[in-house]
Protein backbone atom coordinates (compact mmCIF):
# COMPACT_ATOMS: atom_id res chain seq x y z
CA UNK A 1 0.00 0.00 0.00
CA UNK A 2 1.22 3.66 -0.63
CA UNK A 3 2.25 5.38 2.20
CA UNK A 4 4.70 8.08 0.99
CA UNK A 5 3.80 11.60 2.51
CA UNK A 6 0.93 10.40 4.70
CA UNK A 7 0.87 11.18 8.05
CA UNK A 8 -0.69 7.84 9.57
CA UNK A 9 -1.54 9.63 12.84
CA UNK A 10 -4.62 7.68 13.78
CA UNK A 11 -5.66 4.14 14.69
CA UNK A 12 -9.32 2.94 14.51
CA UNK A 13 -10.12 -0.20 16.72
CA UNK A 14 -13.84 -1.97 16.35
CA UNK A 15 -15.29 -4.23 18.72
CA UNK A 16 -17.38 -6.12 16.32
CA UNK A 17 -19.65 -8.43 19.38
CA UNK A 18 -22.90 -10.05 19.03
CA UNK A 19 -25.10 -7.02 20.01
CA UNK A 20 -23.10 -4.14 19.54
CA UNK A 21 -20.36 -2.53 17.11
CA UNK A 22 -17.95 -0.17 19.39
CA UNK A 23 -16.08 1.99 16.97
CA UNK A 24 -13.15 4.43 18.56
CA UNK A 25 -10.37 6.13 16.61
CA UNK A 26 -7.22 7.08 18.28
CA UNK A 27 -3.86 9.18 17.72
CA UNK A 28 -1.28 6.55 17.31
CA UNK A 29 0.44 6.06 20.29
CA UNK A 30 3.06 3.22 21.47
CA UNK A 31 2.79 3.97 24.89
CA UNK A 32 0.06 1.06 26.16
CA UNK A 33 -0.03 3.51 29.65
CA UNK A 34 -1.66 6.67 27.57
CA UNK A 35 -3.72 4.75 25.47
CA UNK A 36 -6.90 6.28 26.80
CA UNK A 37 -5.24 9.67 26.61
CA UNK A 38 -5.41 8.75 22.88
CA UNK A 39 -9.01 8.17 21.96
CA UNK A 40 -10.53 11.10 20.52
CA UNK A 41 -14.11 9.79 20.27
CA UNK A 42 -15.76 6.55 20.43
CA UNK A 43 -18.92 5.26 18.75
CA UNK A 44 -21.82 2.48 19.20
CA UNK A 45 -24.13 0.78 16.90
CA UNK A 46 -26.32 -2.09 16.87
CA UNK A 47 -24.32 -4.86 15.57
CA UNK A 48 -27.31 -5.29 13.21
CA UNK A 49 -26.70 -2.15 10.97
CA UNK A 50 -24.15 -4.44 9.18
CA UNK A 51 -27.32 -6.82 7.91
CA UNK A 52 -27.03 -7.27 4.11
CA UNK A 53 -23.79 -5.67 3.13
CA UNK A 54 -21.30 -5.53 5.75
CA UNK A 55 -18.78 -4.89 4.55
CA UNK A 56 -20.23 -1.42 2.04
CA UNK A 57 -21.58 -0.81 5.83
CA UNK A 58 -18.68 -0.45 7.43
CA UNK A 59 -16.86 0.94 5.25
CA UNK A 60 -19.24 4.09 4.95
CA UNK A 61 -18.96 3.75 8.87
CA UNK A 62 -15.61 4.30 9.18
CA UNK A 63 -15.25 7.04 6.43
CA UNK A 64 -18.52 8.99 8.29
CA UNK A 65 -15.76 8.46 11.62
CA UNK A 66 -12.61 9.40 10.24
CA UNK A 67 -13.74 11.93 7.98
CA UNK A 68 -10.85 14.08 6.63
CA UNK A 69 -8.69 11.76 8.60
CA UNK A 70 -9.39 8.76 6.36
CA UNK A 71 -6.28 8.94 4.23
CA UNK A 72 -4.01 9.38 7.75
CA UNK A 73 -4.81 6.49 8.86
CA UNK A 74 -1.84 3.59 10.29
CA UNK A 75 -4.05 1.07 10.97
CA UNK A 76 -7.26 -0.58 11.46
CA UNK A 77 -7.81 -3.24 14.34
CA UNK A 78 -11.15 -5.44 14.48
CA UNK A 79 -11.94 -7.58 17.49
CA UNK A 80 -14.61 -10.10 16.71
CA UNK A 81 -16.50 -12.36 18.32
CA UNK A 82 -17.23 -15.58 16.87
CA UNK A 83 -15.26 -18.46 14.86
CA UNK A 84 -12.15 -16.54 12.77
CA UNK A 85 -9.75 -17.39 10.35
CA UNK A 86 -6.95 -15.65 10.92
CA UNK A 87 -4.43 -16.41 7.86
CA UNK A 88 -7.64 -15.25 5.56
CA UNK A 89 -8.80 -12.24 7.59
CA UNK A 90 -12.08 -13.54 7.70
CA UNK A 91 -15.17 -13.74 10.25
CA UNK A 92 -16.18 -16.98 9.38
CA UNK A 93 -18.89 -17.17 12.06
CA UNK A 94 -20.93 -14.68 14.67
CA UNK A 95 -23.42 -16.90 16.30
CA UNK A 96 -25.73 -13.96 17.75
CA UNK A 97 -25.76 -11.96 14.36
CA UNK A 98 -25.93 -12.66 10.95
CA UNK A 99 -22.50 -12.12 9.74
CA UNK A 100 -21.14 -15.62 8.15
CA UNK A 101 -18.01 -15.77 5.96
CA UNK A 102 -17.01 -12.14 5.99
CA UNK A 103 -13.92 -11.71 4.23
CA UNK A 104 -12.02 -8.06 5.28
CA UNK A 105 -9.52 -7.70 2.16
CA UNK A 106 -12.04 -5.92 -0.12
CA UNK A 107 -12.42 -3.68 3.27
CA UNK A 108 -9.10 -3.27 3.02
CA UNK A 109 -8.62 -2.13 -0.52
CA UNK A 110 -11.03 -0.36 -0.44
CA UNK A 111 -10.08 1.86 2.46
CA UNK A 112 -6.48 1.37 1.52
CA UNK A 113 -5.51 0.90 5.49
CA UNK A 114 -4.01 -2.44 7.02
CA UNK A 115 -6.65 -4.30 8.27
CA UNK A 116 -5.71 -6.58 11.63
CA UNK A 117 -8.27 -9.13 13.03
CA UNK A 118 -8.41 -10.67 16.46
CA UNK A 119 -11.09 -12.35 18.06
CA UNK A 120 -12.99 -9.92 20.84
CA UNK A 121 -12.03 -11.98 24.01
CA UNK A 122 -8.19 -12.28 23.13
CA UNK A 123 -8.57 -8.45 22.61
CA UNK A 124 -9.86 -8.15 26.01
CA UNK A 125 -7.09 -10.09 27.63
CA UNK A 126 -4.44 -8.46 25.27
CA UNK A 127 -5.57 -5.12 27.16
CA UNK A 128 -5.71 -6.47 30.62
CA UNK A 129 -2.41 -7.98 30.27
CA UNK A 130 -0.67 -4.92 28.83
CA UNK A 131 -2.54 -2.27 31.07
CA UNK A 132 -3.67 -3.91 34.42
CA UNK A 133 -2.45 -7.57 35.01
CA UNK A 134 0.99 -7.62 36.56
CA UNK A 135 1.45 -11.37 35.46
CA UNK A 136 2.53 -13.63 32.56
CA UNK A 137 0.04 -16.08 33.27
CA UNK A 138 -3.51 -14.41 32.71
CA UNK A 139 -6.77 -16.06 31.85
CA UNK A 140 -9.70 -13.51 31.02
CA UNK A 141 -13.37 -14.75 30.71
CA UNK A 142 -15.64 -12.18 28.45
CA UNK A 143 -19.47 -12.75 29.28
CA UNK A 144 -21.91 -10.58 27.17
CA UNK A 145 -24.37 -11.52 24.59
CA UNK A 146 -22.17 -14.98 24.29
CA UNK A 147 -19.41 -16.26 26.09
CA UNK A 148 -15.61 -15.91 25.03
CA UNK A 149 -11.60 -15.41 26.48
CA UNK A 150 -8.06 -15.32 26.13
CA UNK A 151 -5.19 -16.98 28.16
CA UNK A 152 -2.37 -15.40 28.15
CA UNK A 153 0.95 -18.38 29.15
CA UNK A 154 4.51 -16.89 30.22
CA UNK A 155 4.20 -14.02 28.60
CA UNK A 156 2.67 -15.56 25.88
CA UNK A 157 -0.86 -14.39 24.13
CA UNK A 158 -2.56 -17.99 23.02
CA UNK A 159 -4.05 -17.81 19.90
CA UNK A 160 -4.72 -21.84 18.61
CA UNK A 161 -5.60 -22.85 15.16
CA UNK A 162 -6.96 -20.10 12.66
CA UNK A 163 -7.13 -17.84 15.98
CA UNK A 164 -10.03 -20.20 17.65
CA UNK A 165 -8.31 -20.50 20.97
CA UNK A 166 -10.74 -18.72 23.09
CA UNK A 167 -13.91 -21.04 22.00
CA UNK A 168 -14.63 -20.95 25.93
CA UNK A 169 -18.28 -20.54 25.22
CA UNK A 170 -18.58 -23.47 23.60
CA UNK A 171 -17.32 -26.16 25.85
CA UNK A 172 -19.97 -28.42 27.03
CA UNK A 173 -20.94 -28.46 30.66
CA UNK A 174 -24.48 -30.83 30.12
CA UNK A 175 -23.22 -33.92 28.65
CA UNK A 176 -27.58 -34.09 28.35
CA UNK A 177 -27.91 -31.21 26.48
CA UNK A 178 -30.80 -29.79 27.58
CA UNK A 179 -30.20 -26.15 26.82
CA UNK A 180 -29.14 -24.86 22.44
CA UNK A 181 -26.59 -22.47 21.96
CA UNK A 182 -26.69 -20.21 19.10
CA UNK A 183 -24.59 -22.23 17.08
CA UNK A 184 -26.32 -25.08 16.84
CA UNK A 185 -24.84 -27.29 19.85
CA UNK A 186 -26.20 -28.21 23.07
CA UNK A 187 -25.26 -28.44 26.41
CA UNK A 188 -22.53 -25.59 26.09
CA UNK A 189 -21.71 -23.05 28.52
CA UNK A 190 -22.44 -20.22 26.70
CA UNK A 191 -26.36 -21.54 26.50
CA UNK A 192 -26.97 -21.25 30.29
CA UNK A 193 -24.68 -18.48 31.39
CA UNK A 194 -24.65 -15.84 28.44
CA UNK A 195 -26.37 -12.43 28.20
CA UNK A 196 -28.60 -14.49 25.08
CA UNK A 197 -28.64 -18.12 26.93
CA UNK A 198 -29.26 -16.80 30.83
CA UNK A 199 -33.01 -16.07 29.87
CA UNK A 200 -33.30 -19.04 27.97
CA UNK A 201 -32.41 -21.40 31.01
CA UNK A 202 -35.04 -19.41 32.77
CA UNK A 203 -37.65 -19.61 30.47
CA UNK A 204 -36.94 -23.64 30.75
CA UNK A 205 -36.94 -23.59 34.41
CA UNK A 206 -39.99 -21.43 34.91
CA UNK A 207 -41.67 -24.08 32.32
CA UNK A 208 -40.18 -27.42 33.14
CA UNK A 209 -40.27 -26.99 37.41
CA UNK A 210 -42.82 -25.70 39.88
CA UNK A 211 -42.28 -22.47 42.04
CA UNK A 212 -40.94 -24.56 45.08
CA UNK A 213 -38.06 -26.36 43.34
CA UNK A 214 -35.24 -25.02 45.11
CA UNK A 215 -33.18 -23.91 41.78
CA UNK A 216 -35.78 -22.17 40.63
CA UNK A 217 -36.41 -20.32 43.60
CA UNK A 218 -33.03 -19.16 44.02
CA UNK A 219 -32.48 -18.03 39.82
CA UNK A 220 -35.97 -15.46 41.29
CA UNK A 221 -33.97 -14.78 44.32
CA UNK A 222 -31.18 -13.50 41.83
CA UNK A 223 -33.29 -11.52 39.34
CA UNK A 224 -34.67 -9.58 42.44
CA UNK A 225 -31.55 -7.87 43.65
CA UNK A 226 -31.45 -4.61 42.84
CA UNK A 227 -28.34 -4.12 41.62
CA UNK A 228 -29.12 -6.46 38.69
CA UNK A 229 -32.57 -4.77 37.84
Given at each position: ???????????IGIDLGGTWLR????????????????ILETYVFPTNILNNNPIEKLENIIREIAKDKINDIYCIC??????LDLKKSKIVFSPHSSIRNLLL?????????PIKLINDGVAGVLAEWKLCIKND???????GTGIGGGIVVD???????????????HMIIDINGLMECKCGGKGHWEAYTSGSGLPNLCKF????????TLLLKKVINICLIPKLL
Open positions: METEGLKLDYVIAIAKKNNDFKKIKESIAAAGKSPLEENLKVNVVYIAIGHLLIGKEGNAHEFGLAKNYNEE
